[in-house]
């Protein structure tokens, strides 16, 4: 599975209390588009959610709860969840 750097659990946990969601709310990752060509990245949603569905994989990494979709779940392996500055603020980005 992948890790989440101490920043990317901030800015999730951040954007959690800025929702006013559940203390024990997580984070759920779902591919966000099917890529036609696998040249084009994979596009991931990341959504508030109170509890994982049927199916996804549950984690805890950082005092963050994060529930990913079985579809997703080899397309993360030995990836890191970071933030990246841009231009219009900060990111989240897998590297």
């Known amino acids: 599975m992948f890790t989440v750097t101490n920043e ?3 800015l999730l946990k951040a ?3 800025a929702e006013r969601a559940a203390h024990d709310a997580g984070i759920r990752l779902r591919i966000g588009s099917t890529p036609k060509d696998a040249s ?3 596009k991931i949603g990341f959504a508030i959610s109170d509890g994982p569905r049927s199916g996804d994989e ?3 990494q950082s005092g963050l709860r994060i529930f990913v979709e079985d579809a997703l779940v ?3 392996e030995d990836r890191t969840l970071d ?3 841009a231009d219009d603020g900060m990111r989240l980005v897998f590297r």
Request: charged share 20%; no cysteine; hydrophobic share 40%.
């Open 8 to 10: 990317a659990a901030s």
């Open 15 to 17: 954007a959690k209390t």
């Open 40 to 42: 084009y990245p994979l």
């Open 58 to 60: 549950e984690l805890e």
């Open 74 to 76: 080899g397309h993360l």
């Open 83 to 85: 933030i990246q500055e």
